[in-house]
Structure formats: C-alpha cells, structure tokens
C-alpha cells in the first residue's frame, strides 16, 4: 500500500446491522495484514464522546442546526486526530458512520438544507472523504424490530415517519452519489452482508491501487 491509506464509512439506519459489519469488515481486513483503524460517529475521541454524550441524552427539542453543528464538531476531532493521521500512515479506516449520516439524518430526516449541510460537512472534515461508503439499507420497523430492548437515545425516539425519510434520504444518496457509494440489502443475513461487503471493498482498493498483494 503506498503512502495514504483507504477510508471506508459504513452508514445506514437504526439497526441495520452497521456495527456488525464494521466488526466483520476490520476482523477479515485485519486477518489480510492490513492495519486498520477503527473509529465511530458521533465519538471516536474524548471530546467527541462528551458531545455524543449531549446529543443522545439531549434535550428533546434540540434545535436542528444545534445538533448538526455537535455532530460536525464530533467529527471534525475525529477527522483531525483519528482519521487523518491513519490515512497519512498508510493504514485502512473503518468508521461506523461519517458525512453521509448528516445529510441523511439532519437534512431527509430534519429537514434542514442539503447543499449547506454539504458545506459544513467539508469545512469540518477538510475535505477528507471516504474511498468506499457502504450503505446498509433496511426497513427502519425491522431496524427497530432488531434493537429492540435497547434503551433508546434521543434521536432513535424519533417518529418512525423520521425514521423512513432517513432510510429514503440514503437511498437516494447512494444513486446522486456515484462510485463511492454502495447500496446494501440489509434484510439478507449478516454473513452474506459480509461477503458483499468485502467484495466491494476490494474491488475499490483495485481500482485505487490500494489492494495488497494479487489477492486479499
Ligand atoms: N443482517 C442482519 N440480519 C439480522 N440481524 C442482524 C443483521 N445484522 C445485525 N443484526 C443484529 O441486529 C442487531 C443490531 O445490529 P447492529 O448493532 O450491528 O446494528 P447498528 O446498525 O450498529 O445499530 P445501531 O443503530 O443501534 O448502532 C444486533 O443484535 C445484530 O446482531
Ligand atoms: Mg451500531
């Protein structure tokens, strides 16, 4: 692998099966002899595990540009002491949710204006963007169906009709989105989610001449 490493973000709604596969996905890259770097959203530092803290216990009522801006204010500490450094190093990223997840959530789900949110996404990520997204689609009432039993946060007590714009906001995304971003059927088992998820994932380092080896 050259210098800079290859980002993946795995995105998709409330129980769709993201942490699982995150797992799955760093197991078999780590079995490869890659050095992977796992991070999630909001969170993966100090700072930003405090601000998840607010934004899931938060008040109810949350002003929505108050919550975009906390969720960008996460990030961007993750970006600049998780993300960065380990691309700079050569290694692979995984991070459980990333810019996707905003415009997904704050702009179908809350409404508020893409384009802007598209801007604050790269000011708060100097422009770094993921070499592969993977997008877990599923039926939010199966996604529930899943974590049920779970004590919820505030944003997955959101209505279900929230819930749904957010699933149709990634679905379009993944078609407006071009190569980066990859459709996955998260009604299928996990195993099979995993199996298309990695070869996707290697047919992406091939194309941007990441892949080690003839074969991972
Ligand atoms: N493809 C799948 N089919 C059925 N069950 C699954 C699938 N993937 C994950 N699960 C199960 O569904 C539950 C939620 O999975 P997981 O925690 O990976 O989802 P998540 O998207 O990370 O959820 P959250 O939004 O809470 O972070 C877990 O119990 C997991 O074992
Ligand atoms: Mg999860």
């Known amino acids: 692998m050259g210098r800079w490493g290859f980002f993946i ?10 942490s699982t596969l995150t797992s799955g996905i760093i197991k078999y890259l780590e079995s490869k002899g890659y050095q992977v770097v796992y991070t999630r959203e909001p969170g993966g530092t100090p ?16 002003n929505p540009m108050t919550e975009a801006f906390l969720f960008l204010a996460a990030r961007r500490e993750n970006v600049v002491r998780n993300i960065l450094p380990a691309l700079r190093s050569g290694k ?75 699933r149709e906001g990634y679905v379009k995304l993944a078609k407006i989105s071009g190569r980066r971003v990859k459709l996955l059927d998260g009604s299928k088992p996990p195993k099979e989610i995993q199996k298309e998820a990695i070869s996707l994932i290697i047919d992406r380092m091939k194309e941007k001449g990441k892949l080690r080896g003839e074969e991972i």
């Open 9 to 18: 973000s795995i995105e998709g709604p409330e129980g769709s099966g993201k």
């Open 92 to 166: 692979v990223v995984v991070c459980d949710r990333y810019t996707d997840s905003t415009i997904a959530y704050q702009g179908y789900g809350r409404g508020l204006p893409i384009k802007i949110l598209r801007r604050l996404n790269k000011l708060a990520t100097l422009g770094v963007k993921p070499d592969l997204t993977l997008v877990i689609d599923v039926n939010p009432e199966k996604g529930f169906e899943r974590i049920n039993g779970k004590d919820l946060d505030r944003i997955e007590r959101e209505a279900m009709e929230f819930h749904t714009r957010v």
């Open 47 to 62: 700072t930003g595990e405090m601000i998840r803290e607010v934004l899931l216990r938060g008040s109810e009522d949350m």
